[in-house]
């Protein structure tokens, strides 16, 4: 087994609400910042064994399937990285 650590990115899809993104683009609009979008979104790391990179994605993925996003609303990305041990 080999230690990684996969990073799933969930944020509000295209159309759906975001009054968070909202609030914060015309805070920095005010600012002088030109925008021509901004989305939240929330980063959950999570470090785990797998037999592969390709395994830790497939976990990951199903994370985000089942908990971490809520397909209806939410897009997601999964990236996977080797993660360096104490002992190594």
């Given at each position: 087994?080999?230690?990684?650590?996969?990073?799933?990115?969930?944020?509000?899809?295209?159309?759906?609400?975001?009054p968070?993104?909202?609030?914060?683009?015309?805070?920095?609009?005010?600012?002088?910042?030109?925008?021509?979008?901004?989305?939240?979104?929330?980063?959950?790391?999570?470090?785990?064994?797998?037999?592969?990179?390709?395994?830790?994605a497939?976990?990951?993925?199903?994370?985000a399937?089942?908990?971490?996003?809520?397909?209806?609303?939410?897009?997601?990305?999964?990236?996977?990285?080797?993660?360096?041990?104490?002992?190594?």
């Open positions: 087994m080999t230690a990684y650590t996969a990073t799933v990115t969930v944020r509000l899809k295209h159309g759906v609400l975001d968070e993104a909202e609030t914060t683009e015309r805070a920095l609009e005010r600012l002088g910042f030109e925008l021509e979008d901004l989305r939240s979104a929330d980063r959950f790391e999570v470090d785990l064994d797998a037999e592969s990179a390709e395994a830790a497939d976990r990951a993925e199903e994370m399937e089942r908990l971490l996003a809520n397909p209806t609303i939410h897009d997601y990305e999964v990236e996977v990285a080797e993660r360096a041990t104490a002992d190594a």
